[in-house]
């Protein structure tokens, strides 16, 4: 929780009636999920800000407008924004608050949702007159742009936090639990906001992934979305929920939220836009129908332990990405369909220039190993593998055989331990890496057995290194110690 | 390390270990120990004896998928399904072009050095063979029995050739690494493959394109412990597999699946998975 603050800040901030001393919008790690690419075109005029904004974006906006005012309700929030942006009009308060400073803005971007506009200051407002206090600081003809959250979202229900139990300042917000007024489908959305224009946005509040309902391909869709909603930890596992909902053709009912726009001077022709490390790409794919997800499909076979089938999906895709100019071969950014027996592969993004078609194979199946590891899935392995071995049988499938142990251990990446908008130390992930560890403290159990076995069968030979008591504890240390430090 | 007293010494049994180390292009005299336990005998159950405990953590190298999921039913975990040594050298041995099959090898079932007697009377089943197949009848008799001067007399004044693929070992002493070569080799001269119970053998003979039948006394195996004993359930799962003559494709397919034949891995991945590379 929020500690009481100075109640001090930059010349550029005005605190009005409902600034907050006790209140932090500012995501607890800040993500890189950058939109000043898709907004820029967008903005003109006197443009205002609303809710809490990374400050990279902000300042892209700031660039483009020929003022720029920000309205957050938190103090803490206002100050760090406002020292950022030395040029930027800050204000921090409830909007009903602004009208008497400013108003008839030409540009209102609310990129939050408004349940993370209202301050904990103001009387209790319903999600609908927050949000039309919001619009109403545009003035008539205005580009708006305003993020509804969807209370049945992916990331609401695959959740295990419970928001009506927990008190942190993630879970509690001065609107949600009673509020009847909040549109829940997307016609509900469109009901809302006659006129608007609503695109359906990916994984959560930092939302990733945009895409227009109507024109997106389910296929490309589904895998997308897929994609952007793999959680970093264990937990419901959304992806699994996605896959089955984009099979279902109820996908769209899962979305984390709508994005509504009116008056966009540059309106979003591509059926979807991801944000990939701090740039906005288009996606327009057309795929067939059955066409999956890769990572969705592997991660199903692992689980059946279909060995054979887990063999020929690698060999095909290794085989796909044996030459350059496929695109990537990251699985995560692949869709499959099967044909015969066999499994057909498309990339829904060029490969990086920089790498190898045997280097960029490496790091896909590292990032698989990865993504099935730390998150618990079922796999085919015996407990005694090491993710480096598993990695290795993986890469002899591929044709591309094996790496050392200390290269494997490059290529695949450690379980994260930051949240984004998923479940974190939950209590299935707290199970699930209890799992993990099991899994490794199996694998040192059978190679200490192993090397127990192997000093009896030196210590009834009477030879080698264990003639003396002595020596053979320094042995056994030393392969203990050689074990343990693996 | 040297790993070699590491090793189940079940994975020398019938030369299976021999048999993959050929198959991985090893010296298949000398094969490397097998980190891991490999299923030694077709089974009803989740691929491993009643009083073999394979350890936990180690991979559990099974036959055939459904082994693998009847065992995970039970709470065990760790398989890796490789499928069966005799289906690798199967694949691995070319048939003799020149070769005519003619005639029947008969399996008579058996019991373990271990633990199990068969019990039932010799006589009467060979009597049955002759009525069925003629004279021209090859008796395969585990070492068990055929080193039993009672039950192996009983067959050689039968009149029948009699024979035996050797020994299957014990603690990594005495084992026939040619057993299964022998086994397959007089499979493929052989017409048909017959036994009184559905067993490892009458699979294999169904593998090698061989005619099979299932029947005449099955005997008594008294000493079989609780829960190990599957003629009621096969009886139940397969009834087409009983019969003096059985339809081949059927019995085939069955094989193909029980043995695994058709989830052989290739060499490189299935020495990784031995444990017979580093990494």
């Not at chain 1, 206090?133 to 708006?144: F, S």
């Not at chain 1, 499994?343 to 060029?350: C, G, I």
């Not at chain 2, 790993?3 to 270990?17: E, K, Q």
Request: net charge negative; glycine share 8%; charged share 25%.
């Amino acid at each position: 929780m929020v500690s009481i603050v100075k109640l001090e800040h930059p010349e550029n901030v005005t605190l009005i009636g409902g600034a907050s001393q006790y209140w932090i919008d500012k995501p607890k790690p800040e993500l890189d999920v950058e939109w000043s690419q898709l907004l820029v075109p967008q903005v003109s005029g006197r443009t205002l800000v609303v809710g809490w904004t990374p400050t990279t974006t902000l300042r892209m906006i700031g660039e483009a407008a020929d003022e720029l005012h920000v309205l957050v309700r938190g103090i803490v929030d206002a100050s760090e924004i406002g020292a950022a942006l030395p040029e930027a009009k800050v204000w921090c308060g409830d909007p009903r608050g602004l009208t008497q400073y400013a108003s008839d803005f030409d540009t209102v971007l609310c990129l939050s949702d408004v349940s993370r506009v209202l301050p904990l200051e103001s009387e209790t407002r319903t999600w609908r007159q927050v949000a039309d206090d919001v619009l109403a600081l545009a003035r008539e003809g205005a580009t708006t742009a305003m993020w509804v959250e969807n209370d049945l979202g992916i990331h609401r229900i695959t959740s295990t936090h419970n928001p009506r139990a927990e008190r942190s300042d993630d879970d509690w917000d001065v609107m949600r639990t009673f509020d009847e007024s909040r549109p829940l489908t997307l016609d509900a959305v469109n009901a809302a906001f006659p006129g608007a224009t609503a695109y359906v946005t990916w994984p959560s509040h930092q939302w990733s992934l945009i895409a227009n309902a109507v024109t997106a391909n389910p296929a490309a869709h589904a895998a997308f979305a897929a994609r952007a909603c793999v959680a970093p930890l264990l937990g419901p596992d959304p992806v699994y929920i996605l896959s089955t909902a984009a099979r279902a053709g109820r996908l769209l009912e899962y979305v984390s939220g709508w994005l509504v726009t009116e008056n966009w001077p540059t309106p979003l022709e591509a059926p979807m836009y991801s944000s990939e490390q701090g740039r906005v790409v288009e996606i327009s794919q057309e795929l067939p129908e059955g066409t999956r997800p890769a990572f969705v499909v592997f991660a199903e076979l692992t689980a059946s332990q279909n060995m054979p089938a887990v063999r020929r999906f690698v060999a095909d895709w290794s085989a796909t990405y044996a030459e350059p100019g496929k695109g990537t071969a990251a699985l995560p950014l692949n869709v499959v369909r099967e044909e015969g027996e066999g499994y057909v592969f498309t990339s829904l993004a060029p490969a990086p220039e920089d790498k190898s078609a045997n280097d960029e194979r490496w790091e896909a199946l590292g990032e698989i190993v990865g993504l099935i590891r730390n998150r618990n899935w079922r796999h085919l392995w015996p407990a005694n593998y090491t993710d480096a071995r598993v990695l290795n049988h993986l890469g002899i499938m591929a044709g591309i055989h094996t790496v050392s142990p200390a290269r494997a251990s490059q290529l695949i990446p450690s379980a994260p331990d930051v949240h984004s908008g998923f479940s974190s130390l939950d209590v299935p992930s707290l199970v699930a890496a209890i799992d993990r560890n099991n899994e490794t403290i199996n694998t040192l159990r059978s190679e200490l057995a192993l090397a127990k076995n192997e000093i009896t069968r030196l210590k009834d030979a009477n030879a080698g290194p264990l003639r003396t008591p002595m020596k053979g504890a320094r042995f056994v240390k030393r392969q203990v110690k050689g074990l343990l430090s693996r | 390390m040297d790993r070699l007293t590491a090793m189940d010494s079940s994975n020398h049994w019938y030369g299976h270990a021999h048999v993959l180390a050929r198959w991985c292009g090893l010296d298949e005299e000398n094969p490397p120990p097998v980190e891991g336990v490999i299923q030694h005998g077709w089974t009803f159950v989740h691929g491993f004896g009643a009083a073999h405990k394979p350890p936990a953590g180690r991979p559990k190298l099974a036959w055939s998928d459904v082994c693998r999921r009847r065992g995970e039913a039970i709470g065990w975990s760790d398989y890796v399904v490789i499928g069966s040594p005799f289906a690798y050298l199967e694949a691995h041995v070319e048939p003799d072009p020149e070769q005519e099959r003619h005639g029947t090898i008969w399996y008579p079932f058996h019991g373990t050095a271990d633990f199990e007697n068969v019990v039932g009377d010799h006589q009467r089943l060979i009597d049955e063979i002759r009525d069925v197949e003629g004279d021209d009848v090859t008796v395969c008799l585990y070492y068990v029995e055929y080193e039993d001067p009672t039950v192996r007399r009983f067959y050689e004044e039968s009149g029948f050739r009699v024979i035996c693929h050797g020994h299957r070992g014990t603690l990594w002493e005495g084992t026939d690494r040619l057993f299964l070569h022998k086994q397959l080799g007089e499979m493929r001269r052989h017409k048909k493959v017959a036994s009184n119970r559905l067993s490892s053998a009458v699979l294999y003979g169904a593998l090698t394109g061989a005619e099979v039948g299932v029947y005449g006394d099955p005997m008594d195996f008294p000493a079989v412990k609780d829960g190990f004993n599957g003629e009621p359930l096969f009886h139940a799962w397969w009834p087409y597999m009983f019969g003096e003559t059985i339809d081949r494709e059927a019995a085939e397919a069955l094989a193909r699946i029980e043995l695994g034949a058709d989830l052989l891995v290739p060499p490189e991945e299935l020495k990784h998975i031995l444990g017979w590379t580093n990494g």
